[in-house]
């Protein structure tokens, strides 16, 4: 009895019907990020992923094939990550596009050890069986010219998004939290003057702040990452952990040189009333309808 | 797609609340196989930092062939012919940070080996008339500034760390 009460919540929790227009939103986001990402891969495509290049698979043999093939499966990952900003025919492209992206990623760009990238690929993990093109998409399009029938969209995709991202703010606070490093400000101020620091952040280090002043600033940083986890977990404040979470992702990709976190905010528009969504995609409908009515009369 | 649910709670879940990481050693922790750490560990960036700012070399030795005037000398290598991201990038693929920090010392030390080799097979492509048989790559280390990266590096500040050497 109890096990069958279990099971009926958590198909509820994760199977029940959503609406289409945030996930969209999410994959929209995803798309432009990814475009845009391993687009500027492009330069060095061969030098990175061909066995002319210096590659650093990780956990996995050397598979790096000649300049030509490498640059035609860079090409196709590129691709991918046009048609996954498209909507064009997500259910495949997808799953393709998670098989080329584990390609490169044990290839050469898990060297990094980064964040992001294992944030990419649970995103596109949550997409790949959710329809996210059922709107804003060329397969929608497509569907609605042949006049086939929307497919439906469960909330799965959006739940594990906000999960994943709920977890990423407050996992990475709590982990600040206990390391001294972080918690006596000597770890922003020597960040600020290393590797990744951008001239912004040398400024800053520059106007010589007194150590209680670092230790403030990092604990603004810990404070602000627990509360983002806390504002998105709770729908009431949801508005202000998006608005809260956009300015400390825009600050940190002018201090530090990562831009790359910037696919952090790619799962934003799930923490959006779904209705709002809905709205603006009927107005755009609407505008739609009224343009071409003109240009018919 | 219930499976895929589990696996992101449960991954995020075991890696977050790994009480040695957070300090609660002897506590119980969730199970965490390798793949599963590996494939979560996201709240881990900018754990640690260096009190020193530090410039990455490479080094050939060149062979008995090709151009005479440095036969059998260890000549400087360009960074961005093997590594042309920007720097800090650079600088984690020649580390193998992936590698150091999940596999361990003896796990960047294979990543280095298979690099030492891919960047002479790439020398040699590139620059047929000086090809090398062996390299070494480092960092030099010299002190961090509020002026800029480099402010700080005067030549008697500098201490030259040798990471790789073929043998």
């Given at each position: 009895m109890f096990g069958r009460r279990a099971l009926a919540c958590w198909n509820q929790l994760w199977f029940a019907p959503a609406s289409p227009y945030p996930l969209a939103a999410f994959r929209i986001l995803l798309g432009l990020y990814l475009s845009v990402y391993v687009g500027l891969h492009a330069p060095h495509a061969s030098a990175l992923f061909s066995n002319a290049g210096v590659h650093v698979p990780y956990?996995?043999?050397?598979y790096a094939p000649p300049p030509p093939v490498a640059l035609a499966l860079f090409g196709l990952f590129w691709l991918l990550c046009v048609a996954l900003l498209l909507g064009a025919?997500?259910?495949?492209t997808i799953p393709l596009l998670i098989a080329v992206y584990l390609y490169h990623y044990f290839l050469a760009?898990?060297?990094?050890?980064?964040s992001f990238e294992r944030l990419i690929l649970i995103y596109l993990l949550a997409l790949a069986?959710?329809?996210?093109?059922?709107?804003?998409s060329l397969s929608a399009w497509w569907r609605a010219h042949r006049g086939r029938e929307r497919p439906a969209v469960l909330q799965f995709a959006g739940r594990v998004a906000r999960f994943q991202t709920i977890a990423l703010y407050a996992g990475a606070g709590l982990w600040k939290l206990i390391n001294p490093d972080w918690t006596s400000g000597a770890l922003l101020y020597y960040t600020l003057q290393?590797?990744?620091?951008t001239p912004l952040a040398f400024a800053i280090v520059r106007l010589g702040f007194a150590e209680t002043a670092w230790r403030l600033a990092s604990w603004s940083v810990i404070g602000g990452e627990l509360l983002l986890g806390a504002l998105l977990t709770l729908r009431r404040t949801r508005l202000i952990g998006i608005a809260l979470g956009t300015f400390f992702h825009i600050i940190n990709s002018v201090i530090l040189?990562?831009?790359?976190?910037?696919?952090?905010?790619?799962?934003?528009?799930?923490?959006?009333?779904?209705r709002s969504l809905e709205r603006l995609a009927t107005r755009l409908q609407e505008l739609s309808r009224r343009g071409r009515t003109d240009q018919a009369t | 797609m219930g499976a895929i649910a589990l696996l992101v709670v449960y991954g995020n879940l075991c890696v977050v609340f790994n009480t040695d990481k957070l300090g609660l050693t002897g506590w119980p922790s969730l199970p965490r196989p390798f793949v599963l750490h590996d494939a979560f560990l996201i709240p881990g960036m900018f754990s640690s930092y260096a009190s020193y700012n530090f410039d990455l070399y490479l080094e050939g030795e060149r062979s008995r062939a090709g151009r005479a005037r440095d036969r059998g000398r260890w000549i400087g290598l360009p960074m961005h012919e093997f590594f042309p991201q920007r720097y800090p990038i650079a600088y984690t693929q020649l580390f193998a940070a992936h590698h150091w920090d999940m596999l361990g010392d003896e796990g960047q030390r294979a990543a280095w080996v298979g690099i030492a080799r891919r960047i002479e097979h790439r020398h040699n492509l590139l620059h047929p008339d000086a090809p090398i048989r062996r390299v070494r790559f480092g960092s030099e280390n010299f002190p961090v500034s509020p002026d800029g990266y480099r402010a700080a590096k005067i030549p008697r500040a500098i201490q030259r760390e040798l990471w790789y050497s073929d043998p």
């Open positions: 956990l996995v043999p050397d025919a997500c259910s495949w760009l898990g060297v990094k050890h980064s069986p959710s329809h996210s093109d059922a709107v804003w290393g590797l990744w620091a040189a990562i831009p790359e976190f910037l696919v952090c905010l790619a799962p934003y528009p799930l923490f959006l009333p779904e | -």
